[in-house]
């Protein structure tokens, strides 16, 4: 493979593979990007969804209470691209990292559930799961509603048809939109598991939406080295240790293969 035989990353992977190796405790951090070889569309970028859809209008509380119907089938048509997707080989790198690697902790922004059917044990979903609701009034969550029935429920009329659990109140999208905060419980294990890093993957994300965009600064605060995987330059960059440029589903399985 071009980064084991001498490509432009080869000495940088191994570097990071010898870290990795002697590392207590590794952190890594995802985004959009990694599912990017999935097929599902990452938010900015020249494709990104924030390109054609405004935030303000579909991921808000203000948005839901305007317009729930809207809401739904927005998140239901990226459901539907969701549902057609498989882990790539960069999610499946990260499953087979949780068994190499000691004390692997995986945090995630991405709503997707891919690390998950990739075989990652217990990512942690700190912007929530697209394939669950959560109930409006009791906040109770429901894991996977049937998605045809939501589908038909959304877009079939008067607004007393959207998703409702089973109190009758009706469900939104167990995520977390602009302006919400996120769960603490999911925060504070997250930022426990950060401070202990000595190894940070920060991988496929534009590192902007806080608190998340935080946690590289504070693994680096802790003494962890960082390294960024990215096809392109970010704004942590120029603060990361060692920077891996090119696709997660390449580099991972290629720095997996070093270990
Ligand atoms: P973004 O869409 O902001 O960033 C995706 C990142 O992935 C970019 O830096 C790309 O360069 C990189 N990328 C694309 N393809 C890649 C590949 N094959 N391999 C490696 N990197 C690749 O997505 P996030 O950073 O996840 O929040 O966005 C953070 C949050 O903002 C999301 O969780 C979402 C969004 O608005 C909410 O909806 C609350």
Redesign the pocket.
């Known amino acids: 493979m071009m980064e084991e035989s001498g490509g432009p990353n080869a000495g940088d992977l191994a570097r990071v593979a010898d870290v990795l190796r002697g590392a207590h405790a590794v952190v890594a951090l995802?985004?959009?990007?990694?599912s990017?070889?999935s097929g599902v569309p990452?938010?900015?970028?020249a494709e990104?969804?924030?390109r054609t859809y405004r935030?303000e209008d579909l991921?808000t509380p203000d948005a839901f209470r305007r317009d729930p119907r809207l809401v739904w089938e927005w998140y239901l048509w990226r459901r539907s691209r969701i549902a057609a997707a498989r882990p790539n080989p960069?999610h499946l790198a990260l499953a087979r990292f949780e068994t190499r690697l000691r004390q692997f902790t995986l945090l995630t922004?991405?709503?997707d559930g891919l690390h998950r059917q990739a075989g990652s044990r217990d990512p942690i979903e700190l912007?929530g799961n697209i394939w669950r609701g959560r109930c409006t009034a009791s906040g109770c969550v429901i894991s996977r509603p049937p998605v045809a029935d939501e589908l038909m429920a959304a877009t079939s009329g008067a607004p007393s048809d959207l998703p409702r659990c089973a109190c009758g109140a009706v469900l939104r999208p167990d995520?977390?939109?602009?302006g919400e905060g996120l769960d603490p419980e999911k925060v504070d294990r997250a930022v426990a598991a950060v401070r202990r890093s000595k190894v940070m993957l920060v991988?496929?994300?534009?590192?902007?939406?806080y608190p998340?965009a935080a946690f590289p600064a504070l693994a680096r605060h802790g003494g962890a080295t960082i390294v960024e995987?990215?096809?392109?330059d970010?704004p942590l960059t120029g603060d990361a240790d060692v920077v891996l440029r090119?696709?997660?589903?390449e580099?991972l399985p290629a720095l997996e293969r070093l270990l």
Not at 246 to 249: E, F, Y
């Open positions: 995802t985004g959009a990007g990694i990017a070889e990452t938010f900015r970028g990104g969804l924030w935030a991921a960069g922004q991405n709503v912007h995520v977390v939109w602009f991988i496929g994300t534009s590192a902007i939406v998340v995987i990215n096809v392109a970010t090119g696709a997660s589903g580099l």
